[in-house]
């Protein structure tokens, strides 16, 4: 049974992409982390929302474009109310939670399915299906973005840490959902 594992790079304070998706602000703190390194090749999915699908990629046009710097491929899914008119190979597009997180569950088997995009893990959060929440904290404050979890209003998730791990150029927090 896949695990549902809500996957990002943030800002010590709390931005996963700068201003207007920006995502150039990482670039100076790509470097090794052995973390990411083993968890690789235990992905067997991504689930991507909308923007972050047609958003910023800080390695475009280079050999490292992609996710995880180019390092990972295999089947997208993507939760969109907009699906691009012609077909992407490998991308699945939906509109329905459930109905993502099925698909890429049953695609990655007992691998993970990794959540990429502030808004989709929200709504696997909010449906109860996140399991897992791993943040490379970089040493930069950008001051403006996309938080890692925002939720107007206020919620309180509680969280158990499952690893803390440094990195030559970050801090990795890995944990597990309580529901």
């Not at 700068?18 to 090794?32: I, N, R």
């Not at 890692?148 to 840490?161: A, E, I, K, N, S």
């Amino acid at each position: 049974m896949a695990t549902l594992l809500y996957t990002a790079a943030m800002s010590l304070d709390g931005f996963i992409a700068g201003p207007a998706g920006d995502m150039a602000w990482l670039t100076p703190y790509f470097g090794p982390n052995p973390l990411m390194d083993e968890l690789l090749p235990d992905i067997g999915a991504l689930l991507v929302g909308g923007r972050t699908f047609h958003g910023d990629d800080p390695n475009r046009d280079t050999d490292k474009e992609g996710a995880f710097g180019g390092a990972w491929s295999g089947p997208q899914f993507v939760l969109t109310h907009h699906p691009p008119a012609d077909p992407v190979p490998g991308v699945t597009f939906t509109d329905d939670v459930r109905t993502a997180v099925t698909a890429a569950s049953t695609a990655a088997g007992d691998g993970y399915v990794c959540v990429l995009g502030a808004a989709t893990a929200r709504s696997c959060l909010e449906a109860g299906l996140l399991d897992e929440v791993l943040v490379v904290v970089a040493p930069v404050l950008l001051g403006d973005g996309t938080r890692l979890f925002d939720h107007p209003g206020g919620r309180t998730v509680r969280l158990d840490r499952l690893r803390l791990e440094s990195a030559e150029q970050s801090t990795c927090l890995w944990f597990r959902v309580r529901y």
